[in-house]
């Protein structure tokens, strides 16, 4: 059976439209809340608990609130809480975002996120949810939401992810290549010519090609590396500020940078490459 999911992907967000979404409006000052055992607070009415059976060592067993494994279990945990936030009064000086189980707030006042955190903290407790207080993050200007650092009005490219891509061993097999992919595609925005650079790895991952790891591919896994390394803060587009944008064509692929400046100092706003891809090639 084949499901065609093509009308929903057409009105779905894109989660890199969301995040450049959050970059645009994200202000000076932040601050992380976490739900604690989010899932686990969701009791699962008595008459359906049977659909959640299971046997382990001879006995059966079933939950009573929410699973982890459950394919829809983010799905209910979201719009559950996204509904008690919704009677939640937030302040117009402050932004409230939420996914799943993380929520960030962000104010051009520092006094205005610490006084909005105090208020959804005490309100999310009044409805039943339990604050993680090891996670919690902030007040203050740099804070991690949605594996984004975002340091006062720029995001950031986390430092973790940064070290964990130069600390990978040159690659062996097809697996190894597709994890070190893996954890470059996310970060495109932040990384000038990226499709380009990494274009001699991506044709060796594709499915029935032969492995024939060469000097382009180990050319191309250091450059790589490097740009990263070298990787720019994206700052908040101001419409009132002149901007630049740039338009590269190689005979790899194309890709584009939008650039503000002030004085002699350029921020990038956003950063995107694509290679050439069938037909277009030629």
Request: charged share 20%; with cysteine; aromatic share 12%.
């Amino acid at each position: 059976m084949t499901v065609d999911y093509r009308e929903i992907n057409k009105v779905a967000p894109n989660i890199a439209s969301l995040m450049d979404t959050l970059g645009r409006e994200i202000k000076t000052y932040h601050r992380v809340l976490d739900l604690a055992n989010a899932f686990f607070s969701i009791p699962i009415a008595e008459e359906s608990q049977d659909q959640f059976a299971f046997t382990w060592g001879g006995r059966q067993w079933t939950s009573q609130v929410l699973p982890q494994g459950y394919v829809h279990t983010p799905t209910y945990g979201r719009n559950l809480v996204a509904c008690d936030l919704a009677d939640w009064r937030n302040p117009d000086d402050v932004n409230l975002y939420h996914y799943i189980d993380d929520l960030l707030l962000t104010s051009d006042s520092l006094e205005a996120v610490g006084q909005a955190a105090d208020s959804l903290t005490a309100y999310l407790q009044q409805e039943g949810w339990a604050l993680n207080p090891q996670k919690v993050q902030g007040l203050g200007l740099s804070v991690k939401f949605l594996g984004v650092v975002s340091s006062g009005e720029t995001e950031v490219l986390p430092s973790a992810v940064i070290d964990k891509v130069q600390v990978f061993q040159v690659t062996t097999t097809l697996k190894q290549l597709q994890e070190f992919l893996g954890m470059l595609g996310y970060w495109c925005s932040f990384i000038p010519h990226l499709a380009q650079l990494l274009r001699p790895l991506y044709r060796l991952s594709k499915k029935g090609q032969l492995w024939d790891w060469g000097k382009t591919e180990q050319d191309a896994f250091p450059q790589a590396k490097l740009a990263v390394k070298q990787a720019q803060a994206l700052g908040i587009f101001d419409p009132t500020l002149p901007a630049e944008f740039d338009v590269h064509i190689t005979e790899d692929g194309f890709g584009w940078g939008l650039w503000e400046c002030q004085s002699s100092v350029c921020t990038p706003m956003g950063i995107w490459s694509q290679v050439w891809h069938g037909a277009e090639e030629r």
